[in-house]
């Protein structure tokens, strides 16, 4: 039973232009999410979170939306670079997991310029 | 560089042994997280810890266990090794078990049995 899931494996986007990446999710616990980018032979690195109290979170290029109703986020990349080019994941957790989180399949975002 | 170091970076072992993963938490974080990442299961959490104690426990089989020590440093230890173990092994770490905080992940442990 995947809880969460990233139904896109890859993405392929133009150098300057937007990555949008989504993320759906059936636990209606959970009520934080997060966003993560790893490289090969890396751990993720956290890029972004969103609690479910807001709809949208801002971080420079990056940017978050959740739909609770749809149970649905996603993350913008504006302007798009070529450094961008990693595997995404992402997460969520809950008040009642203890902070634990369950990761979506991840999405590989390939930024050609 | 996330402050969380694992050691060692790549172990390759045989079918019935049993090692032992490391984790050092970033500076004053008191939470620690071991996840596995294999190729057909995704980041599957496996077990917490916070402040020594065990907090919470996801997927992981009894011949994996874990511990926290009073500079919390965690280990999780693998036994009676199966080729299905073979996987990367992320630790992570936050300040608190609470949520609405970030996890921050350190390298991984690249598990191969052979």
């Known amino acids: 039973d995947q809880q969460v899931k990233q139904n896109s494996p890859s993405l392929s986007v133009q150098e300057g232009r937007i990555s949008i990446l989504n993320c759906d999710y059936t636990?209606?616990?959970?009520?934080?999410f997060l966003w993560y980018k790893k490289y090969p032979a890396e751990g993720p690195t956290f890029l972004i979170s969103?609690?479910?109290?807001?709809d949208k979170n801002e971080d420079g290029r990056f940017t978050v939306f959740l739909n609770k109703s749809a149970k649905h986020l996603s993350l913008h990349i504006v302007p798009s670079q070529p450094g961008d080019s990693a595997v995404y994941f992402c997460?969520?957790?809950?008040?009642?997991?203890?902070?634990?989180?369950?990761f979506g399949g991840g999405t590989r975002l390939m930024v050609k310029p | 560089d996330s402050g969380v170091t694992q050691t060692p970076k790549h172990l390759i072992t045989a079918t019935g042994q049993r090692v032992t993963l490391r984790c050092s938490p970033r500076?004053?974080?008191?939470?620690v997280y071991w996840y596995q990442q294999s190729l057909d299961q995704g980041l599957q959490f496996l077990i917490q810890?916070?402040?020594?104690?065990?907090?919470a426990k996801g997927n992981i089989l009894e011949r994996f266990s874990a511990q926290q020590f009073p500079d919390l440093h965690s280990e999780l230890n693998l036994s009676s090794l199966e080729l299905g173990d073979s996987a990367l092994y992320f630790c992570?770490?936050?300040?608190?078990?609470?949520?609405?905080?970030?996890?921050?992940f350190g390298d991984g442990t690249r598990l191969s049995i052979l």
């Open positions: 992570a770490s936050s300040a608190t078990p609470i949520g609405n905080q970030p996890q921050h």
């Open positions: 969103i609690s479910s109290i807001k």
């Open positions: 997460a969520a957790t809950g008040r009642n997991a203890g902070n634990m989180l369950t």
């Open positions: 500076s004053g974080d008191l939470s």
């Open positions: 636990n209606s616990m959970f009520d934080y």
């Open positions: 810890y916070y402040n020594g104690e065990e907090r």
